[in-house]
């Protein structure tokens, strides 16, 4: 199985979030991307279909937007 | 660990949001609540601070709104 993704962009509902989708799925089966820091993925982010951050991409390509932290718009 | 509660109402955004959570996680380690068809339900989750379903409470007690399909007021 490949891994999911989860976006976020520091913000605090991103962190809470973060630690329990880790805690929940397990480090491994996570690649995590800060997309304040890595504007490069927010194409890849987009096209998944992700509008706002937290959220998570599962291995078979759903977006999961987790709670609301902050939209794609306001990070670019 | 205890379970994880996804709390949803039968909507196409739960049932999606839902396959999605029990691939990540596991069906053994979440329970899940349909909040229309057990109203008496809707106190506990509103307890754990769901506002809308799909969501997951954590074994921690975090709610994570997954997306929106319904918000609770609506399913009441």
């Given amino acids: 199985m490949s ?4 976006y976020h962009a520091g913000c605090p509902v991103c962190v809470s979030a973060e630690e329990d989708i880790i805690n929940l799925i397990g480090a491994s089966k996570v690649e995590v991307v800060h997309l304040g820091e890595k504007k490069t993925r927010i194409p890849e982010a987009e096209k998944a279909g992700v509008k706002s951050v937290p959220a998570l991409v599962t291995p078979n390509g759903n977006a999961l937007h987790i709670n609301f932290g902050a939209s794609i718009e306001d990070i670019k």
Same sequence: chains 1, 2.
């Fill in 3 to 6: 891994k999911s993704i989860f």
